[in-house]
Structures are given as structure tokens and as C-alpha cells.
């Protein structure tokens, strides 16, 4: 398809009965882009020269103000494009690590588009996911997560792993510049809202993972800290082995 890049495209192409098939182009749109609505029409042209199938169009967008735009995508009067649009309203939000790993592409969508609009519990549970699964998917499920959360709170999940793990997800971001161009467009909406109740909800949230339960006074100075101090001590968090350590008592 080049020099027109796709995504995502998905074709079933049944020979035995034609009608039964279908291509699915999938686009990930981080900001209105009017650039790409124009070349939508061309790509969807070339699926259909190649393929000769009903084509379907489907868009992952992180911001409401985005959505809004793919609801009415149109170029002149000649073509209307209707785009099923995957984001927090059509998304469902995966509740549980057993039900994520039950469909886990489900699981790492919901941590994603729930994620970046500040949904920490839902972005935790697609990491634990992504923790179940095979290497590379693992390190792609982990990087996509991580790319379309706020950044104070992927600097505090990212801090919590493991050195190794740390290392992966970085060599992977490096590589793919999807990952960094999303982490720096479109993140305005819900960004300055709770940042420190969500740092809180983050770094109790790591606590429990390693096992380590802070007591009431511990907890007291947890709530009573700013986002810059609890934003250093879930840096810290992997290097500890007490609640007490990790505070300084």
C-alpha cells in the first residue's frame, strides 16, 4: 500500500462464497487531522481496487473533542465516511486481570482509552494483562498502555518496574515513533484534573503489587504529600523492600 500507509488491515476473504467477506481498515487518530481525513478516501480506494470487498472503516481516537470530529468526516459532497469510533464511550472498561486475560486485546484497548483520561485502575489492569503474555506481546501490549497515559503517570508506573522491564518498553518506544508522537499530542483533557489523587490511587496501587501495606501514619503521610513527592517515591519503589524505606523513617 505504500507510500499510503494503513495502520491496521484486517481482510477475510472467503472464495467459496464472496459476499461473506469483508477488509477492515483500522487508523489510530491522536489529534484532528485533516491531512489524513483527505487521504482516508484514497486509502480506502486502494482496498477496494485490491481486494474487492466491502470495506469498513474503524478509528481509535484518545480525545472526546476527536471523536466528535470522526462522527462527521466528509469530503465535499461526494463522499461521507462513517468510521465506527473506538474511545471511552464505545470502549468497555475491562474490570478485572481475569477477565482481561480471557480477551486480552479487549483488556489492553480499555487500559488505553480509559487510561489516558486519567482511569488508573483500568490502565493497571491491561498492564497485569499484558504481564500474562508472550514476550513480544507483552512488551508491545506494556508500550501501548504506557504511550496514551498522562505522563506524570507513566513516569510512576514506568518507575515501578523492574530495570530490565524499563529497558525493554524504552528500546520499544525508540523504535516506533507512533508511541512518542502520542505521548505528546492530545493530552490536555483530563490531564489537570486529580493529578495528585491520581498519583495517590498509582503508588497504592504498586504498593500492593509488591506486597508492601503502609500503616495508618504511613498512610497520613502519603495523603498529606504533594504529586512531586509521591511522583519520587514510586520512582523509588522498586529499589525498597519497606514501607518504611521507601519514606525515609
Same mark, same amino acid.
Given at each position: 500500500?505504500?507510500?499510503?500507509? &494503513?495502520?491496521? &488491515?484486517?481482510?477475510?476473504?472467503?472464495?467459496?462464497?464472496?459476499?461473506?467477506?469483508?477488509?477492515?481498515?483500522?487508523?489510530?487518530?491522536?489529534?484532528?487531522?485533516?491531512?489524513?481525513?483527505?487521504?482516508?478516501?484514497?486509502?480506502?480506494?486502494?482496498?477496494?481496487?485490491?481486494?474487492?470487498?466491502?470495506?469498513?472503516?474503524?478509528?481509535?481516537?484518545?480525545? /472526546?473533542?476527536?471523536?466528535?470530529?470522526?462522527?462527521?468526516?466528509?469530503?465535499?459532497?461526494? &463522499?461521507?465516511? $462513517?468510521?465506527y469510533?473506538? /474511545?471511552?464511550?464505545?470502549?468497555?472498561?475491562?474490570?478485572?486481570?481475569?477477565?482481561?486475560?480471557? $480477551?486480552?486485546?479487549?483488556a489492553?484497548?480499555?487500559?488505553?482509552?480509559?487510561?489516558?483520561?486519567?482511569?488508573?485502575?483500568?490502565a493497571?489492569?491491561?498492564?497485569?494483562?499484558?504481564?500474562?503474555?508472550?514476550?513480544?506481546?507483552?512488551?508491545?501490549?506494556?508500550?501501548?498502555?504506557?504511550?496514551?497515559?498522562?505522563?506524570?503517570?507513566?513516569?510512576?508506573?514506568?518507575?515501578?518496574?523492574?530495570?530490565?522491564?524499563?529497558? $525493554?518498553?524504552?528500546?520499544?518506544?525508540?523504535?516506533?515513533?507512533?508511541?512518542?508522537?502520542?505521548?505528546?499530542e492530545?493530552?490536555?483533557?483530563?490531564?489537570?484534573?486529580?493529578?495528585?489523587?491520581?498519583?495517590?490511587?498509582?503508588?497504592?496501587?504498586?504498593?500492593?503489587?509488591?506486597?508492601?501495606?503502609?500503616?495508618?501514619?504511613?498512610w497520613?503521610?502519603?495523603?498529606?504529600?504533594?504529586?512531586?513527592?509521591?511522583?519520587?517515591?514510586?520512582?523509588?519503589?522498586?529499589?525498597?523492600?519497606?514501607?518504611?524505606?521507601?519514606?525515609?523513617?
Amino acid at each position: 500500500m505504500l507510500p499510503r500507509n &494503513l495502520d491496521l &488491515l484486517l481482510v477475510h476473504d472467503d472464495p467459496a462464497d464472496k459476499a461473506n467477506g469483508a477488509a477492515i481498515v483500522v487508523e489510530v487518530q491522536l489529534d484532528h487531522d485533516p491531512e489524513k481525513q483527505r487521504r482516508i478516501a484514497s486509502y480506502l480506494g486502494l482496498v477496494v481496487d485490491r481486494h474487492d470487498l466491502p470495506v469498513h472503516l474503524g478509528v481509535v481516537s484518545l480525545e /472526546d473533542r476527536v471523536s466528535r470530529k470522526l462522527a462527521g468526516w466528509a469530503l465535499g459532497t461526494a &463522499l461521507k465516511v $462513517q468510521p465506527y469510533v473506538f /474511545d471511552r464511550r464505545s470502549v468497555p472498561r475491562v474490570k478485572s486481570v481475569s477477565e482481561g486475560l480471557k $480477551q486480552p486485546v479487549d483488556a489492553i484497548l480499555s487500559g488505553a482509552v480509559h487510561g489516558h483520561h486519567g482511569d488508573l485502575e483500568a490502565a493497571m489492569t491491561a498492564l497485569a494483562v499484558a504481564r500474562g503474555q508472550p514476550e513480544k506481546l507483552r512488551q508491545r501490549y506494556t508500550a501501548t498502555v504506557l504511550a496514551a497515559l498522562p505522563e506524570e503517570h507513566r513516569k510512576m508506573i514506568l518507575g515501578g518496574m523492574p530495570v530490565e522491564e524499563q529497558m $525493554q518498553v524504552s528500546q520499544l518506544e525508540r523504535r516506533c515513533g507512533t508511541f512518542l508522537a502520542g505521548r505528546q499530542e492530545g493530552r490536555q483533557e483530563g490531564r489537570q484534573e486529580g493529578r495528585k489523587e491520581g498519583m495517590l490511587r498509582v503508588l497504592g496501587m504498586m504498593l500492593s503489587q509488591r506486597g508492601l501495606v503502609p500503616d495508618a501514619g504511613q498512610w497520613a503521610r502519603l495523603e498529606a504529600a504533594s504529586a512531586e513527592e509521591l511522583e519520587a517515591w514510586a520512582g523509588r519503589l522498586a529499589v525498597v523492600d519497606s514501607v518504611a524505606e521507601l519514606l525515609g523513617d
